[in-house]
């Protein structure tokens, strides 16, 4: 059983950055694969990104290539996503996800999952 906290979300103008947390409780978070998801008011839940469990292969959406870069401290029990140049098309809440298999870009891989941090990017 892993227990996942997102935080970092918040408001920021077009342009600014953004560095979201994802805590871990339990001692096995090495042991899964780690996605970002996103989902805006009335659109389906989105892949940001992923990384492998020891963070050595990673995964990005063709959205936030270049700016999004997603890391885990796997000593800390933390994920993380950092946003740069955000966008206002960037606004959603973003969750966590933890996957025992792989990273993917596919919701139904992810076997737990946080309850969301909301980012707001305002223009």
């Known amino acids: 059983q892993v227990q996942l906290v997102e935080s970092g979300g918040g408001l920021v103008q077009a342009g600014g950055s953004l560095r979201l947390s994802c805590a871990a409780s339990?001692?096995?978070?090495?042991?899964?694969?780690m996605g970002w998801f996103r989902q805006a008011p009335g659109k389906e839940r989105e892949f940001v990104a992923g990384i492998s469990r020891s963070g050595g292969s990673t995964g990005y959406a063709d959205s936030v290539k270049g700016r999004f870069t997603i890391s885990r401290n796997n000593a800390k029990n933390t994920a993380y996503l950092q946003m740069n140049s955000l966008k206002p098309e960037d606004t959603a809440v973003y969750y966590c996800?933890?996957?025992?298999?792989?990273?993917?870009?596919?919701?139904?891989?992810?076997?737990?999952w946080g309850q969301g941090t909301q980012v707001t990017v305002s223009s």
């Open positions: 339990g001692r096995t978070f090495r042991s899964y694969a």
């Open positions: 996800a933890a996957s025992i298999v792989y990273y993917s870009a596919r919701s139904g891989e992810y076997n737990y």
